[in-house]
């Protein structure tokens, strides 16, 4: 099965600074890779997604890149703010064989300091 | 919409009783999944349905664990007997191919 890796687990930046997030799957056969925002004691929500027909989308401050080839994908958080932190997952799926089951990372706890 | 509802919110119950938490999904979404989420192994995909057919539940830990979807708008996720292991926050959450997971609220379970 599919087997998604997120680093780092932790990432503490500069209110204003740039964050990155990096994630690999396994599963040649993915191609929507979703990212998720999670706020203390609250549900994850989908924040952007990329389907594995395009290398880059972008909406406002967060982009993600997706290279199919070394199977790894990234969010880009620019100017950040305080607001920004929370956890931080990304997920791979694959519409192979009528599926639609998403494998999750590990998550990153991003913190944004004043 | 109102998105993806669950019920309860927390539930604390003792070791031993039955826990039943409660889905319903967006109208419309054709895929329903259960997670727990817990600080050591993250969000876990327990089971999930695909026209309320149960697709893969590979993921359900133990026997103790059973889910049931009888119709497209309500599932069940049914922990008999409860143990303390089991606390966790468990989310339901329902999509269709052409979208991403919306998730419910969670419920939290508290098992002493």
């Known amino acids: 099965g599919e087997n998604v890796e997120q680093h780092p687990s932790t990432l503490s930046v500069q209110e204003g600074d740039s964050a990155v997030i990096k994630c690999t799957y396994s599963?040649?056969?993915?191609?929507?890779f979703p990212w998720y925002k999670q706020e203390l004691g609250k549900r994850p929500q989908l924040i952007i997604d990329?389907?594995?027909?395009?290398g880059e989308k972008k909406d406002q401050r967060i982009a993600v890149t997706l290279n199919k080839t070394a199977k790894h994908f990234s969010l880009h958080i620019t100017e950040t703010q305080p607001e920004d932190s929370a956890v931080y997952f990304c997920a791979a799926s694959s519409s192979k064989g009528g599926g639609n089951k998403l494998t999750f990372g590990t998550g990153t706890q991003l913190k944004v300091e004043l | 919409d109102a998105g993806v509802i669950q019920s309860p919110r927390h539930e604390v119950t003792e070791m031993g009783q039955e826990v039943t938490l409660r889905c319903k999904p967006i109208s419309g979404h054709d895929y329903l999944f259960w997670y727990r989420q817990t600080m050591m192994r993250g969000l876990e995909l327990l089971i999930y349905?695909?026209?309320?057919?149960?697709?893969?539940d590979s993921g359900m830990p133990e026997d103790r664990f059973s889910a049931k979807m009888p119709n497209a708008s309500f599932s069940t996720l049914k922990i008999q007997p409860s143990e303390p292991r089991d606390s966790a926050v468990y989310f339901c959450?329902?999509?269709?191919?052409?979208?991403?997971?919306?998730f419910g609220s969670g419920t939290r379970l508290t098992v002493v």
């Open positions: 959450a329902s999509s269709s191919l052409a979208y991403g997971y919306t």
């Open positions: 990329i389907r594995s027909n395009v």
């Open positions: 349905f695909n026209n309320n057919v149960p697709i893969d």
């Open positions: 599963d040649s056969a993915s191609n929507y």
